[in-house]
């Protein structure tokens, strides 16, 4: 099963913030927090990932809560090319992983 | 740098017979983790391999297997092709050190 649990879908208006949540409760002190994104079919496109600080890059915000139970993925200027479906995930990065992923969130950005 | 290249995009088979997917990873890459997605079950985990060794595997039958080579490219067999085999087969690399997951652009299986 999933660690991850998202929303199924949001709306977002263009060049507004899309806040995505994500509630990971049973998260385990050494699982970093990945997001990812896919559009129609293609294969799933890295966005961001962080442990337990708030981390920025060029396409994203993560935002971790202090106990780690869940996080929010901001897209600052939401465009309609964001328009794709959402996963966020927990893993392990030493040595082996199992990746599973959850149902992910579909966020609409409207014009 | 080259991304993950997934061979073939597209293909179609009949049920009872095998078929093989190929995935290159980005070059320096000795991870390969490959999905199942469908419609009614999202994004499925079914193996993943590093250094020619299998390290975890998904809850599928051992109609699926798969296999890496000494180059870290991979390769994914499904025996006895069923309809619900129809999917999309995604193979991810990852760098060493981090759990980023390189997607290529997967294999789309339609079983008739």
């Known amino acids: 099963d999933a660690k991850t649990t998202q929303p199924p879908s949001m709306d977002c208006a263009e060049g507004r913030a899309a806040n995505l949540p994500c509630n990971h409760s049973t998260i385990s002190g050494n699982e970093y927090v990945y997001w990812y994104r896919q559009i129609h079919s293609q294969g799933p496109q890295y966005i961001i990932h962080g442990l337990k600080n708030n981390e920025t890059n060029e396409m994203a915000s993560l935002i971790i809560t202090e106990d780690r139970k869940s996080s929010t993925l901001i897209l600052p200027h939401a465009t309609l090319r964001d328009t794709a479906v959402y996963y966020c995930i927990v893993r392990d990065n030493t040595g082996g992983f199992k990746t599973i992923f959850g149902a992910g969130t579909r966020l609409f950005v409207k014009a | 740098k080259a991304g993950v290249t997934q061979t073939p995009r597209y293909l179609i088979k009949t049920r009872g017979q095998q078929v093989t997917l190929s995935c290159s990873p980005i070059s320096g890459h000795r991870s390969v983790s490959w999905y199942q997605q469908t419609p009614g079950q999202g994004l499925q985990f079914l193996f993943e391999?590093?250094?020619?060794?299998?390290?975890n595997k998904g809850n599928f039958p051992g109609r699926f297997s798969g296999r890496q080579f000494s180059n870290s490219r991979s390769e994914m067999n499904v025996s006895t092709l069923e309809l619900g085999d129809s999917a999309l087969y995604l193979c991810a690399s990852s760098p060493v050190g981090t759990g980023e997951l390189f997607f290529g652009e997967g294999s789309r299986l339609t079983v008739l």
């Open positions: 391999y590093f250094s020619e060794t299998q390290r």
